[in-house]
C-alpha cells in the first residue's frame, strides 16, 4: 500500500485515466482492458487510481470490484454523485480492498447549480455535507470535489470547501471542469481557498484540470505552486472533451525542474512511454506526433543543426533524456533538413569508415533523394551508397530526359533522351508497359548495339510505400552476360537507370576489348 506522503515537497498523482478518461473513449474498455491498464498505473507508481463510476453501470461495478481486488500499491477509488445510491455502490465495491478511496461530487458555479442541478446554494452544501458523512461510514478516505469549482464564485467556493472539511473530506478537489481559467487565475484561487479557507490544513487540496483551451497542465502546475498536493491527470491527457491535464507532462515537469519547483512525485518515470502506449493502444486513442512527453517525435530530431548539435551533446536539444520516459534512444529523422555531420554519423553506425565514400556526393544524392521522399532510411542510405548514381555522370550512357506514361486507356508509351558520349539522342516507343515502352525507346538510341534482356528483378528497398524501387537487371551482349541495377523512387526511371548501367558495363567491356586487342596488335608487330 503506498503510504500517500502529505509533506509539503511531495505532489501525490491522481490518475483518472479509468474514469474521466474513459468517458471519452469511442467505445467503454472492457473489464480485462481496465484491470490490464490499472496494473500499468500501479507499476507507474501513481498514488490514486480512479477506477470508474460503480454506479453508471453493471460493468463498472465489476471493473472497479476487480481492479480494487488486484491493487495493491496504489489507492483504488471510486466516483459517486452527492447521491447516497451513488455512494454505497462505490462502497460496496470497493470494499474488498483493505483501504480505498469514495470520490464524491457536487457542481458549485452558479450556471451549474441554478441550470443543471436546479438547486439553492444551501442546498447543494446540505447534499455535500450528507454525502462525505455517509462516505465516511464506508472509509476515512473521503475526497469531495466542487464540480466546475474555476467558475464558482470565491465566497461560495469557500465556504462549501469549508463545509466539505468540517464533514470529513480528507482531500478537497477543485476542479476547472471546463477548462476556462487562465493559470493565473487558476493559481489566485488556490491561493485564495489557503488564505480563507480556516480549515484547510486538514485536508489535501487536489487540482482537476480539462484542457478546453490547453491550459490543463499549466493549470495544474499553477495550482502546486499555490500549495496544491494533488494533481488529478490522465495518461496521454485523454478525457471529456479536449481531456484533462496529462498525466506525463506534470510528472515531467516536477521531475525535469526539481531544482527550481522543488516537488516530487512517486512516479517511475520510466514506465511512462509503455503506460502512453498501452492506453493509446486499447483506448484507441492515437497520440499525435508532437505530443510532449510521449509524441513520436517528442525524441526525434529532423534538422541539421538540431542533429549536429545534438551529436556534440545530447543536452543541446533535450532537456530530459529519452530513457528517463522509458524510451531507449533519440531519433535523428533524415530529411531533406539534415546535414552532412549526421549523415557522416549515421553512415558510421551502419559501420562504414569516412574515408570509405564521398561524403559531399553522397549528402548531394542523398539531399535530391529526401527531395523526392521526405524521410530517407537506413537502408536508402545504404543503397546510395551503393549505386551512388553520381559515378553515372562520366558514363558514355548518361540519362538526360524521361517521360512515361501508362493508364487504362491509353496505349503505353515513353520519351527518353539520352547523352550518349558528345551526342544527346531522343526517342520515342510504344510498349507493352510503361518499362516496356522506355526499354524500346532506348533501344532505338542504342540502335546496332544489340543487347538481350534475360532477368528483371524489381524489389522495394526502404519502408512504407515511398520506398525506394531496385530494379536489377540481367542482359546478354556478345555471348556475355551483364549485371545493371537502378535505383529510384519511380519504378519506370528505376527501371531505365538499371539498363542503362548495363549499357554502360558493355561499352566498358567493349573498350576493353579494343585496348586488349590494339595491344595484342602491337606485340604481335
Ligand atoms: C464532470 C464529470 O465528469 S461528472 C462525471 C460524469 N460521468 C458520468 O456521467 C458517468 C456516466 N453516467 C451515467 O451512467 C449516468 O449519467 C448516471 C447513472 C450517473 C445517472 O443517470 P440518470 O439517473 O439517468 O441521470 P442523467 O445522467 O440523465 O442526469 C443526471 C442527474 O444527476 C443529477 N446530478 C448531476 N450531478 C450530480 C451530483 N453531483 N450529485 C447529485 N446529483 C447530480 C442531475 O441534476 C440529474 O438529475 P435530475 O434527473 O434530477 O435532473
Ligand atoms: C467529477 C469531477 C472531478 C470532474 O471530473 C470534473 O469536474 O471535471
Ligand atoms: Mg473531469
Same mark, same amino acid.
Request: proline share 2%; charged share 20%; glycine share 8%.
Given at each position: 500500500?503506498?503510504?500517500?506522503?502529505?509533506?509539503?515537497?511531495?505532489?501525490?498523482?491522481?490518475?483518472?485515466?479509468?474514469?474521466?478518461?474513459?468517458?471519452?473513449?469511442?467505445?467503454? %474498455?472492457?473489464?480485462?482492458?481496465?484491470?490490464?491498464?490499472?496494473?500499468?498505473?500501479?507499476?507507474?507508481?501513481?498514488?490514486?487510481?480512479?477506477?470508474?463510476?460503480?454506479?453508471?453501470?453493471?460493468?463498472?461495478?465489476?471493473?472497479?470490484?476487480?481492479? $480494487?481486488?488486484?491493487?495493491?500499491?496504489?489507492?483504488?477509488?471510486?466516483?459517486?454523485?452527492?447521491?447516497?445510491?451513488?455512494?454505497?455502490? +462505490?462502497?460496496?465495491?470497493?470494499?474488498? !480492498?483493505?483501504?480505498?478511496?469514495?470520490?464524491?461530487?457536487?457542481?458549485?458555479?452558479?450556471? /451549474?447549480?441554478?441550470?443543471?442541478?436546479?438547486?439553492?446554494?444551501?442546498?447543494?452544501?446540505?447534499?455535500?455535507?450528507?454525502?462525505?458523512?455517509?462516505?465516511?461510514?464506508?472509509?476515512?478516505?473521503?475526497?469531495?470535489?466542487?464540480? *466546475? #469549482?474555476?467558475?464558482?464564485?470565491?465566497?461560495?467556493?469557500?465556504?462549501?470547501?469549508?463545509? !466539505?472539511?468540517? $464533514?470529513?473530506?480528507?482531500?478537497?478537489?477543485?476542479?476547472?471542469?471546463?477548462?476556462?481559467?487562465?493559470?493565473?487565475?487558476?493559481?489566485?484561487?488556490?491561493?485564495?481557498?489557503?488564505?480563507?479557507?480556516?480549515?484547510? *490544513?486538514?485536508?489535501?487540496?487536489?487540482?482537476?484540470?480539462?484542457? *478546453? %483551451?490547453?491550459?490543463?497542465?499549466?493549470? =495544474?502546475? #499553477?495550482?502546486?505552486?499555490?500549495?496544491?498536493?494533488?494533481?488529478? +491527470?490522465?495518461?496521454?491527457?485523454?478525457?471529456?472533451?479536449?481531456?484533462? +491535464?496529462?498525466?506525463?507532462?506534470?510528472?515531467?515537469? %516536477?521531475?525535469?525542474?526539481?531544482?527550481?519547483?522543488?516537488?516530487?512525485?512517486?512516479?517511475? =518515470?520510466?514506465?511512462? /512511454?509503455?503506460?502512453?502506449?498501452?492506453?493509446?493502444?486499447?483506448?484507441?486513442?492515437?497520440?499525435?506526433?508532437?505530443?510532449?512527453?510521449?509524441?513520436?517525435?517528442?525524441?526525434? /530530431?529532423?534538422?541539421?543543426?538540431?542533429?549536429?548539435?545534438?551529436?556534440?551533446?545530447?543536452?543541446?536539444?533535450?532537456?530530459?533524456?529519452?530513457?528517463?520516459?522509458?524510451?531507449?534512444?533519440?531519433?535523428?529523422?533524415?530529411?531533406?533538413?539534415?546535414?552532412?555531420?549526421?549523415?557522416?554519423?549515421?553512415?558510421?553506425?551502419?559501420?562504414?569508415?569516412?574515408?570509405?565514400?564521398?561524403?559531399?556526393?553522397? @549528402?548531394?544524392?542523398?539531399?535530391?533523394? $529526401?527531395?523526392?521522399?521526405?524521410?530517407?532510411?537506413? @537502408? *536508402?542510405?545504404? $543503397?546510395?551508397?551503393?549505386?551512388?548514381?553520381?559515378?553515372?555522370?562520366?558514363?558514355?550512357?548518361?540519362?538526360?530526359?524521361?517521360?512515361?506514361?501508362?493508364?487504362?486507356?491509353?496505349?503505353?508509351? !515513353?520519351?527518353?533522351?539520352?547523352?550518349?558520349?558528345?551526342?544527346?539522342?531522343?526517342?520515342?516507343?510504344?510498349?507493352?508497359?510503361?518499362?516496356?515502352?522506355?526499354?524500346?525507346?532506348?533501344?532505338?538510341?542504342?540502335?546496332? /548495339?544489340?543487347?538481350?534482356?534475360?532477368?528483371?528483378? %524489381?524489389?522495394?528497398?526502404?519502408?512504407?510505400?515511398? !520506398?525506394?524501387?531496385?530494379?536489377?537487371?540481367?542482359?546478354?551482349?556478345?555471348?556475355?552476360?551483364?549485371?545493371?541495377?537502378?535505383? #529510384?523512387?519511380?519504378?519506370?526511371?528505376?527501371?531505365?537507370?538499371?539498363?542503362?548501367?548495363?549499357?554502360?558495363?558493355?561499352?566498358?567491356?567493349?573498350?576493353?576489348?579494343?585496348?586488349?586487342?590494339?595491344?595484342?596488335?602491337?606485340?604481335?608487330?
Amino acid at each position: 500500500m503506498t503510504t500517500v506522503n502529505q509533506s509539503n515537497k511531495q505532489v501525490i498523482i491522481f490518475d483518472t485515466t479509468l474514469r474521466d478518461g474513459e468517458q471519452a473513449l469511442p467505445a467503454s %474498455l472492457n473489464v480485462k482492458d481496465k484491470l490490464q491498464i490499472a496494473l500499468m498505473l500501479e507499476k507507474l507508481g501513481v498514488d490514486i487510481i480512479e477506477a470508474g463510476f460503480p454506479v453508471s453501470s453493471p460493468g463498472d461495478f465489476k471493473s472497479v470490484n476487480l481492479i $480494487a481486488k488486484e491493487i495493491k500499491n496504489s489507492i483504488v477509488c471510486g466516483l459517486s454523485r452527492a447521491l447516497e445510491k451513488d455512494i454505497d455502490a +462505490c462502497g460496496q465495491s470497493l470494499s474488498v !480492498a483493505d483501504h480505498f478511496r469514495i470520490h464524491t461530487f457536487i457542481a458549485t458555479s452558479d450556471i /451549474h447549480v441554478d441550470t443543471k442541478l436546479r438547486k439553492s446554494q444551501d442546498e447543494v452544501v446540505e447534499m455535500a455535507v450528507k454525502a462525505i458523512k455517509h462516505a465516511r461510514k464506508y472509509t476515512n478516505d473521503v475526497e469531495f470535489s466542487c464540480e *466546475d #469549482a474555476g467558475r464558482t464564485h470565491i465566497d461560495y467556493l469557500c465556504r462549501m470547501v469549508e463545509s !466539505a472539511i468540517n $464533514a470529513g473530506a480528507t482531500t478537497v478537489n477543485i476542479p476547472d471542469t471546463v477548462g476556462y481559467t487562465t493559470p493565473t487565475e487558476f493559481g489566485g484561487i488556490i491561493q485564495n481557498l489557503y488564505n480563507r479557507v480556516p480549515n484547510i *490544513d486538514k485536508a489535501v487540496i487536489s487540482v482537476h484540470c480539462h484542457n *478546453d %483551451l490547453g491550459l490543463a497542465v499549466a493549470n =495544474s502546475l #499553477a495550482a502546486v505552486e499555490q500549495g496544491a498536493r494533488q494533481v488529478e +491527470c490522465t495518461v496521454n491527457g485523454i478525457g471529456e472533451r479536449a481531456g484533462n +491535464c496529462s498525466l506525463e507532462e506534470i510528472a515531467m515537469i %516536477l521531475q525535469t525542474r526539481y531544482a527550481m519547483l522543488g516537488l516530487s512525485t512517486n512516479i517511475n =518515470s520510466q514506465e511512462i /512511454h509503455k503506460a502512453s502506449k498501452l492506453v493509446s493502444n486499447l483506448c484507441n486513442m492515437p497520440v499525435q506526433a508532437n505530443k510532449a512527453i510521449v509524441g513520436a517525435n517528442a525524441f526525434s /530530431h529532423s534538422s541539421g543543426i538540431h542533429q549536429d548539435g545534438v551529436l556534440k551533446g545530447q543536452n543541446t536539444y533535450e532537456i530530459m533524456t529519452p530513457e528517463s520516459v522509458g524510451i531507449n534512444k533519440n531519433k535523428l529523422n533524415l530529411t531533406s533538413r539534415s546535414g552532412r555531420h549526421v549523415i557522416k554519423h549515421r553512415l558510421g553506425e551502419l559501420g562504414y569508415q569516412a574515408d570509405e565514400y564521398d561524403l559531399d556526393a553522397i @549528402y548531394e544524392a542523398f539531399l535530391r533523394l $529526401a527531395d523526392k521522399k521526405g524521410q530517407v532510411f537506413d @537502408y *536508402d542510405l545504404e $543503397a546510395l551508397l551503393f549505386f551512388d548514381q553520381q559515378k553515372h555522370d562520366h558514363a558514355h550512357y548518361q540519362l538526360d530526359y524521361l517521360l512515361a506514361n501508362s493508364g487504362r486507356n491509353i496505349i503505353p508509351n !515513353a520519351t527518353v533522351r539520352l547523352k550518349v558520349g558528345d551526342q544527346s539522342i531522343t526517342e520515342s516507343a510504344v510498349g507493352n508497359g510503361p518499362v516496356d515502352a522506355a526499354y524500346n525507346a532506348i533501344m532505338r538510341v542504342v540502335k546496332g /548495339h544489340k543487347i538481350d534482356i534475360v532477368d528483371f528483378k %524489381l524489389d522495394s528497398k526502404g519502408e512504407g510505400a515511398d !520506398a525506394l524501387a531496385q530494379v536489377s537487371v540481367v542482359a546478354e551482349y556478345n555471348g556475355r552476360r551483364f549485371n545493371g541495377i537502378g535505383l #529510384a523512387t519511380d519504378i519506370v526511371e528505376s527501371g531505365v537507370r538499371a539498363l542503362i548501367f548495363v549499357l554502360n558495363n558493355t561499352y566498358l567491356a567493349d573498350q576493353i576489348d579494343e585496348q586488349k586487342s590494339q595491344q595484342e596488335n602491337i606485340v604481335g608487330v
